[in-house]
Protein backbone atom coordinates (compact mmCIF):
# COMPACT_ATOMS: atom_id res chain seq x y z
CA UNK A 1 0.00 0.00 0.00
CA UNK A 2 2.87 2.64 0.54
CA UNK A 3 4.46 1.67 -2.44
CA UNK A 4 0.54 2.44 -3.98
CA UNK A 5 0.37 5.55 -2.28
CA UNK A 6 3.66 6.83 -3.71
CA UNK A 7 3.08 5.90 -7.10
CA UNK A 8 -0.43 7.59 -7.26
CA UNK A 9 1.11 10.76 -5.78
CA UNK A 10 3.75 11.07 -8.10
CA UNK A 11 1.28 10.86 -11.25
CA UNK A 12 -0.94 12.68 -9.69
CA UNK A 13 1.68 15.76 -9.01
CA UNK A 14 3.05 14.78 -12.83
CA UNK A 15 -0.40 15.65 -13.91
CA UNK A 16 -1.27 18.70 -12.37
CA UNK A 17 2.47 19.86 -13.86
CA UNK A 18 1.46 18.77 -17.24
CA UNK A 19 -1.99 20.41 -17.29
CA UNK A 20 -0.69 23.97 -16.40
CA UNK A 21 2.04 23.83 -19.32
CA UNK A 22 -1.04 22.78 -21.35
CA UNK A 23 -2.94 26.18 -20.71
CA UNK A 24 -0.13 27.48 -22.54
CA UNK A 25 -0.12 24.98 -24.77
CA UNK A 26 -3.12 25.76 -27.15
CA UNK A 27 -1.97 23.02 -30.32
CA UNK A 28 -1.41 20.11 -27.21
CA UNK A 29 -4.31 18.48 -25.50
CA UNK A 30 -4.87 15.00 -23.92
CA UNK A 31 -7.45 12.88 -23.68
CA UNK A 32 -8.67 12.37 -20.06
CA UNK A 33 -6.49 9.66 -17.97
CA UNK A 34 -9.08 6.85 -17.11
CA UNK A 35 -6.23 4.52 -15.19
CA UNK A 36 -2.71 3.40 -14.87
CA UNK A 37 0.17 6.48 -15.27
CA UNK A 38 0.32 6.97 -18.87
CA UNK A 39 -1.14 10.03 -20.68
CA UNK A 40 -1.96 10.34 -24.39
CA UNK A 41 -1.75 13.81 -25.98
CA UNK A 42 -2.94 15.16 -29.14
CA UNK A 43 -0.07 16.97 -31.05
CA UNK A 44 0.22 18.61 -33.88
CA UNK A 45 0.57 16.05 -36.87
CA UNK A 46 3.94 17.36 -38.33
CA UNK A 47 5.30 14.08 -39.27
CA UNK A 48 5.01 10.40 -38.26
CA UNK A 49 4.80 9.81 -34.53
CA UNK A 50 7.59 6.85 -35.03
CA UNK A 51 9.42 10.05 -36.55
CA UNK A 52 8.31 12.44 -33.86
CA UNK A 53 9.54 10.27 -30.88
CA UNK A 54 12.53 9.60 -32.86
CA UNK A 55 12.78 13.30 -33.37
CA UNK A 56 12.24 13.97 -29.38
CA UNK A 57 14.70 11.59 -28.62
CA UNK A 58 17.27 12.74 -30.70
CA UNK A 59 17.38 16.14 -30.27
CA UNK A 60 15.91 16.70 -27.41
CA UNK A 61 16.46 13.67 -24.98
CA UNK A 62 12.48 13.15 -23.96
CA UNK A 63 11.21 9.41 -24.53
CA UNK A 64 7.78 9.09 -26.01
CA UNK A 65 5.84 6.24 -27.34
CA UNK A 66 4.13 7.12 -30.73
CA UNK A 67 0.41 6.69 -30.78
CA UNK A 68 0.43 3.68 -32.61
CA UNK A 69 2.06 1.41 -29.78
CA UNK A 70 -1.02 2.00 -28.02
CA UNK A 71 -3.54 1.78 -30.65
CA UNK A 72 -4.44 5.08 -31.98
CA UNK A 73 -4.49 5.51 -35.90
CA UNK A 74 -3.30 8.05 -37.60
CA UNK A 75 -0.22 11.09 -36.46
CA UNK A 76 -0.28 13.60 -33.57
CA UNK A 77 -0.76 11.10 -30.83
CA UNK A 78 2.48 10.74 -28.51
CA UNK A 79 2.09 8.71 -24.90
CA UNK A 80 4.01 9.77 -22.20
CA UNK A 81 5.05 8.02 -18.99
CA UNK A 82 3.66 10.05 -15.54
CA UNK A 83 6.10 7.75 -13.41
CA UNK A 84 9.01 9.66 -13.63
CA UNK A 85 10.30 11.76 -10.45
CA UNK A 86 8.21 15.20 -10.49
CA UNK A 87 12.21 16.91 -11.69
CA UNK A 88 12.86 14.79 -14.41
CA UNK A 89 8.92 14.89 -15.65
CA UNK A 90 9.00 18.93 -15.43
CA UNK A 91 12.65 18.89 -17.68
CA UNK A 92 11.22 16.32 -19.93
CA UNK A 93 7.72 18.56 -20.26
CA UNK A 94 10.51 21.48 -20.83
CA UNK A 95 11.92 19.84 -23.63
CA UNK A 96 9.60 18.88 -25.46
CA UNK A 97 7.56 22.23 -25.29
CA UNK A 98 10.43 23.63 -27.98
CA UNK A 99 9.32 21.10 -30.53
CA UNK A 100 6.37 22.41 -30.64
CA UNK A 101 6.71 26.49 -29.62
Do not use: C, K
Not at 12 to 35: F, I
Request: charged letters at 25%; hydrophobic letters at 50%; zero cysteines.
Amino acid sequence: QRIQRQILLRVRENLVALDRWLQDAPAVSRLDVQGGWYVVLRVPALMSGENLAIRLLEEQRVIVHPGYFYGFDGDGWIVLSLLPTAEVFAEGVDRMVRLFA
